[in-house]
């Protein structure tokens, strides 16, 4: 299965106009990530749906539906991701990352990478030699795959390659000191 790799002004214009964007001869964005309204608004309802399902057990009926502050619990959800969603902005090129409104990190110059937590509350925090910090959730990186890989490559090869100090969860949970020739590889099949 072959995919077309794609420019990101093919993805949306609309949405490469709300990521971040490089200083100039920092190259061109070849990822960027910014959630769309229809996916805040998708995940806010199902929590909402969560939560209806919730009382409706507790309840054992619908019984519930008569008290007005319950609702409180139901009704706000789609709404906040909403909110959120604005502060989620990211973009990346050949050799940099940038986050929110933070500075422009060379990932390829790393200097520290640590995570803290596990799973879906992993944190990230990078910094580069130029003393550009980003510390964010790992998840949020990952939503867009092709994005996560320019990430992850510059990752690997500031620990592999160059300066940079990993604590143990992010050599563990990443895999950044595993040598290239132990990795087992994903391929597609044709």
Request: proline share 6%; charged share 20%.
């Amino acid at each position: 299965m072959s995919r077309d790799w794609r420019k990101p002004e093919e993805n949306s214009r609309r949405a490469l106009s709300k990521v971040p964007h490089p200083p100039e001869g920092a190259g061109r964005i070849l990822e960027s990530f910014h959630p769309t309204i229809a996916s805040s608004y998708t995940f806010g309802f199902g929590i909402s749906l969560a939560v209806l399902g919730l009382l409706t057990l507790q309840d054992l009926g619908f019984w519930w539906m008569h008290v007005w502050w319950l609702w409180l619990f139901v009704v706000p959800w789609p709404f906040l991701f909403v909110l959120k969603r604005s502060r989620i902005r990211i973009s990346a090129g050949a050799d940099w990352l940038m986050y929110g409104k933070s500075g422009l990190i060379k990932t390829y110059e790393l200097t520290k990478v640590n995570l803290d937590g596990s799973g879906w509350n992993a944190v990230l925090e990078i910094e580069d030699r130029a003393g550009e910090r980003i510390r964010a959730p790992l998840r949020r990186f990952q939503y867009n795959r092709e994005l996560w890989d320019l990430v992850y490559l510059g990752l690997l090869h500031s620990v592999q390659a160059g300066p940079a100090r990993s604590n143990a969860a992010a050599d563990a949970q990443l895999g950044l000191k595993v040598p290239a020739h132990h990795r087992e590889w994903e391929f597609p099949e044709c």
